[in-house]
Protein backbone atom coordinates (compact mmCIF):
# COMPACT_ATOMS: atom_id res chain seq x y z
CA UNK A 1 0.00 0.00 0.00
CA UNK A 2 1.06 3.59 -0.45
CA UNK A 3 2.65 5.50 2.24
CA UNK A 4 3.91 8.66 3.18
CA UNK A 5 6.38 9.25 5.39
CA UNK A 6 7.97 12.51 7.26
CA UNK A 7 10.81 12.05 9.16
CA UNK A 8 10.75 15.06 11.55
CA UNK A 9 7.61 15.33 13.80
CA UNK A 10 8.82 18.70 15.73
CA UNK A 11 11.75 20.87 14.57
CA UNK A 12 12.47 24.32 16.28
CA UNK A 13 14.86 26.59 14.43
CA UNK A 14 16.24 30.22 15.19
CA UNK A 15 14.61 32.91 12.58
CA UNK A 16 17.29 33.23 9.56
CA UNK A 17 18.26 29.45 9.93
CA UNK A 18 17.92 26.84 6.81
CA UNK A 19 15.13 24.35 6.82
CA UNK A 20 14.86 20.72 5.22
CA UNK A 21 12.22 18.82 6.07
CA UNK A 22 12.40 15.44 5.21
CA UNK A 23 8.93 13.33 2.89
CA UNK A 24 9.86 9.50 1.60
CA UNK A 25 6.69 8.42 0.00
CA UNK A 26 6.85 4.42 -1.15
CA UNK A 27 4.87 3.93 -4.80
CA UNK A 28 6.68 3.16 -7.84
CA UNK A 29 4.19 4.68 -10.49
CA UNK A 30 4.36 7.95 -11.58
CA UNK A 31 3.81 10.26 -8.76
CA UNK A 32 2.48 13.23 -8.05
CA UNK A 33 3.41 15.58 -4.60
CA UNK A 34 2.57 17.99 -2.66
CA UNK A 35 3.14 20.19 0.21
CA UNK A 36 0.74 21.94 2.24
CA UNK A 37 1.07 24.20 5.33
CA UNK A 38 -1.41 25.12 7.59
CA UNK A 39 -0.49 27.85 9.92
CA UNK A 40 -2.18 28.53 13.44
CA UNK A 41 -5.81 29.50 12.85
CA UNK A 42 -6.00 28.87 9.31
CA UNK A 43 -6.64 27.10 6.46
CA UNK A 44 -4.77 24.16 4.94
CA UNK A 45 -3.21 25.49 1.77
CA UNK A 46 -0.90 24.45 -0.93
CA UNK A 47 3.35 25.42 -0.39
CA UNK A 48 3.72 23.93 -3.76
CA UNK A 49 3.32 20.39 -6.17
CA UNK A 50 5.18 18.47 -8.34
CA UNK A 51 3.35 16.67 -11.09
CA UNK A 52 6.39 16.71 -13.95
CA UNK A 53 9.26 17.88 -15.39
CA UNK A 54 11.54 20.44 -13.49
CA UNK A 55 12.21 18.29 -10.18
CA UNK A 56 13.08 21.28 -8.35
CA UNK A 57 9.85 23.16 -7.46
CA UNK A 58 9.56 26.47 -5.95
CA UNK A 59 6.35 27.69 -4.32
CA UNK A 60 4.77 29.92 -2.34
CA UNK A 61 6.76 31.97 0.28
CA UNK A 62 10.12 30.92 -0.48
CA UNK A 63 9.60 27.48 -0.55
CA UNK A 64 11.48 24.87 -2.96
CA UNK A 65 11.08 21.07 -2.62
CA UNK A 66 13.38 18.67 -4.75
CA UNK A 67 12.05 15.36 -6.43
CA UNK A 68 14.77 12.47 -6.27
CA UNK A 69 12.89 9.55 -8.01
CA UNK A 70 16.00 7.17 -7.25
CA UNK A 71 15.07 8.11 -3.38
CA UNK A 72 12.02 8.63 -3.61
CA UNK A 73 12.10 11.31 -1.50
CA UNK A 74 10.51 14.83 -1.88
CA UNK A 75 11.76 17.09 0.81
CA UNK A 76 11.03 20.62 1.10
CA UNK A 77 13.58 23.29 1.67
CA UNK A 78 13.81 27.01 2.27
CA UNK A 79 17.16 29.14 2.91
CA UNK A 80 15.98 31.00 5.74
CA UNK A 81 13.29 30.80 7.71
CA UNK A 82 11.16 33.45 9.49
CA UNK A 83 9.03 33.86 12.74
CA UNK A 84 5.92 33.64 10.40
CA UNK A 85 7.09 30.59 8.58
CA UNK A 86 5.73 28.71 12.67
CA UNK A 87 2.94 25.83 11.31
CA UNK A 88 2.32 22.57 10.78
CA UNK A 89 3.74 21.06 7.30
CA UNK A 90 2.41 18.29 5.65
CA UNK A 91 3.56 16.07 2.83
CA UNK A 92 0.86 13.95 0.28
CA UNK A 93 0.96 11.77 -2.39
CA UNK A 94 -1.60 11.46 -5.37
CA UNK A 95 -2.83 8.09 -4.38
CA UNK A 96 -2.62 6.22 -7.61
CA UNK A 97 -4.76 6.77 -10.62
CA UNK A 98 -7.44 8.66 -8.51
CA UNK A 99 -7.88 11.56 -7.14
CA UNK A 100 -7.37 11.20 -3.62
CA UNK A 101 -4.29 11.92 -1.81
CA UNK A 102 -2.36 10.45 1.02
CA UNK A 103 -0.93 12.56 3.78
CA UNK A 104 2.19 12.45 5.80
CA UNK A 105 1.74 12.95 9.58
CA UNK A 106 2.70 16.32 9.44
CA UNK A 107 5.86 18.06 11.13
CA UNK A 108 5.29 20.93 13.54
CA UNK A 109 7.75 23.73 12.96
CA UNK A 110 8.46 26.20 15.53
CA UNK A 111 10.72 29.47 14.44
CA UNK A 112 12.01 31.01 17.47
CA UNK A 113 12.43 35.06 17.17
CA UNK B 1 -15.50 35.25 -2.94
CA UNK B 2 -15.02 31.91 -3.56
CA UNK B 3 -13.84 28.92 -1.03
CA UNK B 4 -14.78 25.99 1.11
CA UNK B 5 -16.90 26.98 4.42
CA UNK B 6 -17.36 24.60 6.85
CA UNK B 7 -19.22 25.14 9.73
CA UNK B 8 -19.73 25.42 12.81
CA UNK B 9 -15.92 26.34 13.78
CA UNK B 10 -16.52 24.28 16.94
CA UNK B 11 -18.74 21.73 18.08
CA UNK B 12 -19.51 20.26 21.18
CA UNK B 13 -21.93 17.10 21.82
CA UNK B 14 -22.72 14.06 24.17
CA UNK B 15 -21.84 11.02 24.27
CA UNK B 16 -24.32 9.04 22.25
CA UNK B 17 -25.51 11.71 19.69
CA UNK B 18 -25.57 12.12 16.40
CA UNK B 19 -23.80 15.08 15.18
CA UNK B 20 -23.92 16.83 10.97
CA UNK B 21 -21.11 19.08 9.99
CA UNK B 22 -21.45 21.36 7.00
CA UNK B 23 -19.38 21.74 3.97
CA UNK B 24 -20.41 24.36 1.44
CA UNK B 25 -18.14 25.17 -1.85
CA UNK B 26 -18.99 27.53 -4.52
CA UNK B 27 -15.88 26.89 -6.94
CA UNK B 28 -18.17 24.23 -8.96
CA UNK B 29 -15.74 21.59 -7.82
CA UNK B 30 -16.90 18.42 -8.48
CA UNK B 31 -14.62 16.12 -6.15
CA UNK B 32 -15.16 16.66 -2.41
CA UNK B 33 -13.30 14.64 0.49
CA UNK B 34 -13.85 14.57 4.02
CA UNK B 35 -10.55 14.05 6.11
CA UNK B 36 -10.15 13.64 10.00
CA UNK B 37 -7.06 15.44 11.52
CA UNK B 38 -5.57 13.63 15.02
CA UNK B 39 -2.13 15.09 16.40
CA UNK B 40 0.86 13.21 15.00
CA UNK B 41 -1.15 11.11 12.41
CA UNK B 42 -1.64 13.54 9.64
CA UNK B 43 -5.14 13.47 7.31
CA UNK B 44 -7.02 10.62 7.25
CA UNK B 45 -9.38 9.94 4.68
CA UNK B 46 -12.93 9.54 5.74
CA UNK B 47 -15.08 9.36 2.64
CA UNK B 48 -15.02 11.46 -0.96
CA UNK B 49 -17.07 11.91 -3.37
CA UNK B 50 -16.48 12.20 -7.01
CA UNK B 51 -19.41 13.45 -8.54
CA UNK B 52 -23.26 13.88 -7.10
CA UNK B 53 -25.50 11.62 -6.03
CA UNK B 54 -22.13 9.02 -5.46
CA UNK B 55 -19.45 8.61 -2.69
CA UNK B 56 -17.53 6.02 -1.51
CA UNK B 57 -15.61 5.42 1.86
CA UNK B 58 -11.79 6.05 2.64
CA UNK B 59 -10.25 5.04 5.10
CA UNK B 60 -11.50 5.55 8.39
CA UNK B 61 -15.25 5.12 7.51
CA UNK B 62 -16.70 3.07 10.31
CA UNK B 63 -19.59 5.55 12.13
CA UNK B 64 -19.45 8.47 9.78
CA UNK B 65 -21.88 8.37 7.39
CA UNK B 66 -21.94 11.26 3.90
CA UNK B 67 -24.54 12.24 1.46
CA UNK B 68 -23.95 14.37 -1.77
CA UNK B 69 -27.81 15.68 -2.78
CA UNK B 70 -25.99 18.88 -4.47
CA UNK B 71 -22.72 19.59 -6.27
CA UNK B 72 -21.94 22.42 -3.55
CA UNK B 73 -23.03 20.26 -0.79
CA UNK B 74 -21.27 17.14 1.06
CA UNK B 75 -22.50 17.48 5.09
CA UNK B 76 -20.78 14.35 7.33
CA UNK B 77 -22.25 13.10 10.22
CA UNK B 78 -20.66 11.33 13.04
CA UNK B 79 -22.39 9.11 14.36
CA UNK B 80 -22.79 7.35 18.08
CA UNK B 81 -20.66 4.52 16.86
CA UNK B 82 -17.98 6.46 16.08
CA UNK B 83 -15.78 5.26 19.14
CA UNK B 84 -13.18 7.97 19.22
CA UNK B 85 -14.90 11.26 17.54
CA UNK B 86 -12.94 13.98 19.23
CA UNK B 87 -10.71 15.28 16.18
CA UNK B 88 -10.02 18.24 13.70
CA UNK B 89 -12.90 17.13 10.62
CA UNK B 90 -11.47 19.23 7.47
CA UNK B 91 -12.95 19.16 3.89
CA UNK B 92 -11.90 19.28 0.86
CA UNK B 93 -12.28 19.71 -2.75
CA UNK B 94 -11.26 19.11 -6.09
CA UNK B 95 -12.23 20.54 -9.64
CA UNK B 96 -13.11 17.26 -11.60
CA UNK B 97 -13.45 13.48 -10.96
CA UNK B 98 -11.22 12.47 -13.88
CA UNK B 99 -8.15 12.18 -11.50
CA UNK B 100 -6.10 14.34 -13.57
CA UNK B 101 -6.82 17.41 -11.71
CA UNK B 102 -5.94 16.69 -8.46
CA UNK B 103 -4.63 19.21 -6.09
CA UNK B 104 -7.57 19.78 -2.89
CA UNK B 105 -8.14 22.65 -1.48
CA UNK B 106 -9.24 22.78 2.10
CA UNK B 107 -12.01 24.57 4.40
CA UNK B 108 -10.98 25.94 7.36
CA UNK B 109 -12.03 22.86 9.73
CA UNK B 110 -14.47 21.71 12.63
CA UNK B 111 -13.69 21.20 15.97
CA UNK B 112 -15.89 18.38 17.76
CA UNK B 113 -15.50 17.90 21.02
CA UNK B 114 -17.37 14.99 22.65
CA UNK B 115 -18.68 15.48 26.10
Known amino acids: AQSVSQHNHHVILSEAASLELGCNYSYGGTVNLFWYVQYPGQHLQLLLK??????LVKGIKGFEAEFIKSKFSFNLRKPSVQWSDTAEYFCAVRRGNTGKLIFGQGTTLQVKP | DGGITQSPKYLFRKEGQNVTLSCEQN?????MYWYRQDPGQGLRLIYYSQIVNDFQKGDIAEGYSVSREKKESFPLTVTSAQKNPTAFYLC??????????????FGPGTRLTVL
Open chain 1, 50 to 55: YFSGDP
Open chain 2, 92 to 105: ASSIDRSGRAVTQF
Open chain 2, 27 to 31: LNHDA
